[in-house]
């Protein structure tokens, strides 16, 4: 069961929150990636977890249900994305939570840690995160699942957005989706007007500075045949974290919690356990 949220974020954005779980336990607030929406979380939203855990899980400003301003500046600031998740800790009165970002929400966690520190914070799970976004990184740290798409997937032709996000969509995922899954995910992607995908992705990013002052534990969950956001955005995030410890999936792309998602639950039960007990 969930109960559907309309918080205020900054700026005004009404963002759309579900919330899933024990109302009494520790809260995991999920983050979701790149033109995705929070039903990516379904099968941890949707497990196990739920007994033990308050589960959070939004669509991020400009995604699935949340306002999606036409400005290109509502997309572009540090604070308005930090701005946003401190609205969801303030609308539930949360303290000490496990932030679990995937691809994007690595820079959404890193912008929440920049301006509001990590008081709140009890550990930060990086899922095949970014923390990198500039030209610099294209290479080295982010791959060619996500360049090699990203021109057509933010063009005003829709026939070849839809073709570069199916396309984007595939290198995502090393194992096989179900079709009910693959449509799901398809469907939400093609929510996010491309506008938007072209306007958060305009940034320049490098959260290394960030990494550096982390004192809470993390949790880093790669996927070694990752295309998107490449196993070496992983090592620079182990490298600068002094709380930090690896789990590799081998066999796996961009999708950890979608394509071995019993292992990623039980690994994350087990984290946001220790470090919110």
Same mark, same amino acid.
């Given at each position: 069961m969930s109960t559907q949220h309309t918080v205020v974020g900054a700026g005004g954005i009404?963002?759309?929150v579900l919330e899933y779980g024990n109302a009494s336990g520790p809260a995991i607030?999920?983050?979701? !990636?790149?033109?995705?929406?929070?039903?990516?979380?379904?099968?941890?939203?949707d497990s196990n977890l739920a007994k033990d855990f308050r589960l959070i899980a939004l669509d991020l400003r400009g995604h699935g249900l949340s306002d999606a301003p036409l400005s290109r500046e509502a997309y572009t600031s540090s604070e308005s994305w930090a701005g946003d998740i401190n609205a969801i800790l303030n609308h539930f009165q949360l303290e000490k939570v496990t932030l679990?970002?995937?691809s994007? !929400?690595?820079?959404?966690? #890193?912008?929440?840690?920049?301006?509001y520190g990590t008081e709140r914070v009890a550990g930060i799970n990086f899922v095949g995160a970014a923390v990198k976004l500039n030209e610099a990184a294209i290479g080295p740290f982010i791959g060619p699942g996500f360049y090699e798409h990203f021109e057509a997937a933010v063009s005003n032709?829709?026939?070849?957005?839809?073709?570069?996000?199916?396309?984007?969509?595939?290198?995502?995922?090393?194992?096989?989706?179900?079709?009910?899954?693959y449509e799901r995910i398809l469907c939400f992607n093609m929510a996010v007007r491309p506008d938007v995908r072209g306007s958060i992705a305009a940034r320049d990013l490098d959260n290394v500075d960030i990494l550096k002052t982390l004192k809470v534990p993390v949790l880093v969950s790669q996927g070694e045949m990752d295309t998107v956001v490449l196993p070496s955005?992983?090592?620079?995030?182990?490298?600068?974290?002094?709380?930090?410890?690896? #789990?590799?999936?081998?066999?796996?792309?961009? !999708?950890?919690?979608i394509e071995d998602a019993a292992r990623f639950n039980h690994e994350l039960g087990i984290f946001a356990a220790r470090v919110n007990p």
């Open positions: 009404n963002l759309n607030v999920f983050i979701h !990636g790149w033109s995705q929406s929070y039903m990516c979380w379904l099968n941890q939203l679990v970002g995937w994007y !929400g690595g820079l959404v966690i #890193s912008d929440f840690v920049r301006i032709d829709l026939l070849a957005s839809i073709d570069a996000i199916r396309s984007f969509l595939e290198t995502c995922f090393k194992k096989k989706l179900s079709r009910a899954e955005m992983a090592r620079c995030i182990l490298e600068h974290c002094e709380l930090s410890e690896a #789990s590799w999936y081998e066999g796996v792309a961009h !999708g950890p919690f």
